[in-house]
């Protein structure tokens, strides 16, 4: 989102510029001088212009190096990467034909810088230098112009079509803080013109723009160009544009992908050193300018070549390192209380805050209104810049106060009731008795023997209480009327014996027998017919 905002601005700056720039080889620098002192805020739009070109290209660098740690190439997002990297691209090339169109003596050695290395190119290199610079400085200006105006934006407009789809959200205050960003920016640094190129005068000691000074430091070892010029920017575009089929691990943590974050971090440090290269030129004015510019080869590439193991090898230890940390903190965040930070601000304050942004965004126009009619220009752009920034903190608070006011505020909480003490009753122990303690064994005496409870057995039928078996006669006498078969009880002609000792007849029924080998037990003669027989020797004479 960042960088398509600064794409607008660019936009917006770059169409208020076309009114009175000359794309002509003798008034292109003059136009730009014009615009720049004459113009009335001209000078803030061309800051405007300028740094927002540098903003862009490094929000497209920041952008590609955020989605490689973060693994967001994965997932079916490889078309996103690859439009990416050729946009980031596209982005480069869009900057260096605009610094070029002014036509001073540094986009003088960035153009013949650009047209040796066309030149270089094996087959198509003489075409395409044609196609792109002309036949003369007349023609390039111009065609410079048009990529630069025409053709670049469009190309750059059909990648974002395909880039940005489902990211592109616009922020109210994100646009007004990085707006104000390339303000304050160009007021603290406000970009100078340089001095006009003169094909008669020699041009003096130049650098081209960050983004190509590491470029320049290979081109710098008087190698041969296509290799150093075209041949190593080529095969890091190409890798770029490999990662996402080359990076095989299934996790998107860059501590969890070691290899492919080790290899990132290696590239940016050379990136780093190179820069860094390219813009160091020996002071000494002592020294002949064709020395002073040339950077011995066998020492930059040794350097190179020693930083990638090196590089590589602190980098996965230090990863290693920070992911044991991590599943450390963890589980010591896992034990602990979870905490959650936050800020709630009352409606008096969100009013103080709001009435102080005010009065503070007050006093920053008066001050740049002030430092516009002095002439004071890079203060009054830097004011204007603060004023984007104040501006985005008070839409914010707004914002948040608004959102608060939507919120349904919160229940009281519980009122503790306190309850009375009950009072417990006390317990009575009950006292233990102490134990008796054992006797001591005597010897040649045994310990008693525990008694064996003996469970009776079950008496035979028919077997008296003396042990002596029912006589003969007492067995058996049949009842009248059914002399064959025994009766049933309570019916007539029922024989009934009982050897039980207890046990009597049952007098109910008349012509029932009864017989008892009981010696307590006797017959009843109350009942007519029925007749009993005792095996007691006492009882038979009654």
């Known amino acids: 989102m960042l960088t398509f ?78 439009t990416g990297v050729i946009l980031g691209t596209v982005t480069i090339l869009e900057a260096f034909t605009g610094y070029d169109i002014i036509f001073s003596e540094r986009a003088e050695l960035a153009i013949s810088i ?50 940005f789809p489902r990211f592109l959200v616009f922020d109210v205050p994100m646009i007004m803080a990085i707006s104000g960003a390339i303000l304050i920016t160009g007021g603290v640094f406000p970009i100078d013109l340089g001095f006009k190129f003169e094909p008669t005068v020699p041009p003096g000691i130049t650098v081209p723009e960050w983004y190509l000074t590491g470029l320049y430091a290979f081109l710098r070892t008087q190698y041969d160009k296509f290799v150093t010029g075209v041949l190593w920017p080529g095969i890091f575009i190409a890798s770029l544009l490999l990662i996402p089929f080359l990076d095989r691990y299934k996790k998107f943590s860059w501590k969890d992908r070691p290899i492919v974050t080790s290899f990132g971090i290696v590239g940016i440090a050379q990136i780093i050193v190179t820069t860094y290269w390219g813009f160091y030129i020996p002071p000494d004015v002592n020294i002949p300018l064709v020395e002073r510019l040339v950077i011995d080869p066998i020492f930059l590439y040794l350097t190179m070549i020693l930083l990638v193991p090196l590089g590589f090898g602190f980098s996965y230890m230090m990863i290693l390192m920070a992911r044991e940390s991590e599943r450390k903190a963890k589980l010591n965040k896992a034990k602990g209380p979870k905490k959650v930070a936050t800020i709630d601000l009352s409606d008096k304050w969100i009013n103080w805050v709001i009435v102080a942004l005010i009065a503070f965004l007050v006093f920053l126009n008066i001050a740049a209104y002030n430092a516009s009619i002095t002439g004071f220009q890079n203060l009054s752009l830097f004011w204007v810049g603060l004023i984007l920034f104040v501006f985005a903190a008070f839409f914010h608070v707004y914002r948040y106060a608004m959102g608060k006011s939507r919120e349904t505020p919160a229940a009281p909480p519980p009122v503790p009731v306190e309850r009375p003490k009950e009072i417990a009753e006390p317990v009575a122990e009950t006292p233990k008795l102490p134990e008796k303690a054992a006797e001591p064994p005597v010897a040649g005496k045994e310990p008693p023997k525990e008694l064996i409870a003996e469970v009776p057995k079950a008496k035979p039928a028919g077997v008296a209480g003396t042990g002596a078996a029912a006589p003969e006669s007492a067995k058996t006498a049949p009842g009248p009327g059914t002399p064959d078969a025994p009766g049933t009880p309570d019916a007539p002609g029922k024989i009934s014996a009982d050897a039980g000792p207890g046990n009597q007849g049952t007098p109910d029924s008349p012509g029932k027998v009864s017989a008892d080998a009981g010696s307590k037990n006797q017959g009843t003669p109350d009942v007519p017919g029925k007749v009993e027989a005792d095996a007691n020797p006492e009882n038979r004479g009654k």
Request: charged letters at 10%.
């Open 114 to 163: 650009a047209a040796s290395l066309t030149n270089s190119i094996p087959v198509m290199g003489p075409t395409i230098r044609d196609a792109m610079f002309g036949s003369g400085f007349h023609d390039f200006v111009l065609r410079f112009y048009a990529q630069h105006v025409f053709i670049l934006p469009l190309v750059m407009l059909g990648l974002m079509a395909v880039h």
């Open 5 to 82: 905002i600064v794409f607008v601005i660019l936009g917006v700056s770059g169409a208020l510029l076309m009114f009175y720039y000359e794309p002509i080889l003798d008034r292109a620098w003059d136009s730009v001088e014009f615009i720049n002192d004459e113009v009335p805020f001209g000078f803030h739009i061309r800051n405007i212009h300028y740094h927002g070109s540098n903003a862009m290209v490094l929000l497209a660098i920041l952008h590609m190096y955020y989605q490689y740690f973060s693994g967001r190439y994965k997932i079916r997002n490889e078309i996103l990467w690859v």
